[in-house]
């Protein structure tokens, strides 16, 4: 059973060290938050996970960590100081506020006459630099303009040839008119994000391979919501590509994206909405929204815009400077356009937690069915009594699985307690030191979504640790490390 709502999440969150209100002790402040010791290393996980399936483990990835603030023309060029906006309106009995899409505003007012508009409110963060004589600048309100301000520079220094992209994890800033719905809509947040650039004559993808062509997803397509329907049609990312409905490296990293997404195990509570024309942002000729069935309903936890060249175009205008490179295919210069595959990270860390969030009921306890390679620790050793030797022994293993995890210790307690202290902040391993790993040298590691146990040597732990962390079933890894040994 899973979390009833997400004020249930929020709780528990704050009660076992994940996320706690920003300046609690001052009475919070609305929109920011605070991630604890295990929402530390969880994000942390997730934000490696991304890097390495975006950056490490493509061949024309590479990345950057651009400041948080940069120079005020940059938002001018952007188009963020005119554009970067939203409508706020105000119930008129209850003064609860909320932001509206301009797209929407005017089908919103006509469905909830209790409501009224407010006006345009702008979304960019205002602040000064400069002790003295101080200039007006902005918070950055998304990653994507540094790479576009150094697209020359990492070009340059990387050597990168068309097609290639440039990655960033970074914070960002939007005075959101009303934060909620926990981490999903914060004033400052993550975002993981791609800037894929391509000569703007090349449209056939190399790399579209058919497991990208074939991968089922559930569309909500333009078509429908226009007729102001909801229906999801189930589909391929090749079936868009023959509709015509995104172009081939579109479709190559949308896949992408959700092929992430399924590594994550999140893929299944996902749906594709495509952006109908009224309400593309002013840069993107197609953007498709990923959104994910929360508690408070379904929404988006990442985006994929076909941004074309203009914000390469509008930085060279606002600058002066040619951002354009060299294509070796076409041998001449151009300004490349781009596809951009974005996530909101703390959404992909929500997302997590409450598709991983269980209550047992055979074990009377909450379990965190989080993916082992993504949880705070990787394995809790504990030594099932207080004896000198043992506790000797645990701490020694403990030692040496740090050089490569982070690995929990706990001695106080049964067993029995601790196994559920640990399945409730996501554990996935729990070795337990006994008289026959000072005897035989030997280990019990219990799994935690099945509670089944396996004994392997010690000398075995790391090997069983990697295996379960890529994946693999722990039963079929007692046969394997059984087999191996003898």
Not at 95 to 123: H, I, R, T
Not at 274 to 303: C, Q, V
Request: aromatic residues 10%; hydrophobic residues 40%; glycine residues 6%.
């Amino acid at each position: 059973m899973a979390a009833e709502s997400i004020e249930e999440l929020a709780m528990f969150c704050k009660r076992k060290g994940f996320v706690f209100k920003s300046s609690e002790i001052y009475g919070g402040f609305a929109g920011f938050w605070d991630f604890g010791p295990l929402g530390a290393e969880l994000f942390s996980n997730v934000k490696k996970d991304f890097w390495n399936f975006f950056v490490h483990q493509k061949e024309n990835m590479t990345g950057i960590e651009a400041s948080t603030i940069s120079h005020p023309k940059t938002w001018v060029a952007s188009g963020h100081v005119a554009n970067f906006s939203d409508i706020a309106v105000v119930n008129k009995k209850t003064k609860q506020a909320m932001k509206v899409d301009k797209s929407e505003v005017d089908k919103f007012l006509k469905e909830n006459p209790d409501w009224q508009a407010q006006g345009e409110f702008s979304l960019m963060f205002k602040t000064d630099v400069g002790a003295l004589n101080p200039v007006d600048a902005y918070l950055r309100g998304e990653t994507a303009q540094g790479m576009f301000m150094d697209f020359n520079a990492v070009a340059d220094t990387s050597r990168k040839q068309l097609p290639f992209g440039i990655a960033q994890v970074g914070r960002c800033f939007r005075n959101e008119i009303a934060p909620r719905d926990f981490l999903f809509r914060s004033r400052e947040f993550t975002i993981g994000e791609l800037e894929f650039f391509i000569n703007p004559e090349q449209f056939s993808c190399p790399i579209l391979e058919k497991k990208h062509k074939e991968l089922k997803i559930r569309l909500l397509d333009a078509e429908t919501q226009e007729k102001g329907g909801e229906k999801l049609n189930e589909t391929s990312i090749g079936e868009m590509l023959k509709a015509k409905k995104l172009d081939e490296w579109h479709a190559y990293w949308l896949a992408e994206q959700v092929l992430w997404l399924k590594q994550l195990g999140l893929a299944e509570n996902v749906k594709i909405r495509e952006h109908m024309k009224s309400e593309l942002s002013h840069y993107s000729s197609a953007t498709f929204d990923l959104d994910y069935e929360f508690p408070f309903g379904s929404k988006e936890i990442a985006g994929n815009a076909n941004r074309g060249q203009y914000d390469l175009t509008q930085h060279s205008k606002a600058s002066s400077q040619k951002l354009e490179i060299f294509d070796e295919l076409s041998k001449k210069r151009v300004i490349p356009r781009v596809i951009e595959p974005t996530f909101g990270m703390d959404r992909i860390f929500l997302a997590l937690l409450c598709k991983a969030y269980t209550v047992d009921k055979k074990r009377d306890n909450i379990v965190l069915k989080l993916p082992a390679r993504l949880a705070p620790y990787a394995a809790a050793v504990l030594p099932i009594v207080k004896n000198e030797d043992m506790i000797k022994l645990s701490k020694e293993i403990c030692t040496d699985l740090r050089k490569e995890w982070n690995i929990a210790y706990d001695e106080s307690a049964s067993l029995g307690r601790r196994y559920a202290r640990n399945d409730e902040i996501g554990t996935p391993l729990c070795i337990t030191v006994d008289e026959d790993s000072i005897k035989k040298k030997t280990v019990t590691i219990r799994d935690r979504d099945s509670t089944k146990q396996i004994i392997v040597p010690i000398s075995e732990i790391a090997n069983v640790i990697r295996s379960v962390r890529s994946g693999e079933n722990i039963l079929e890894l007692g046969k394997e490390v059984e087999t191996r040994v003898k």
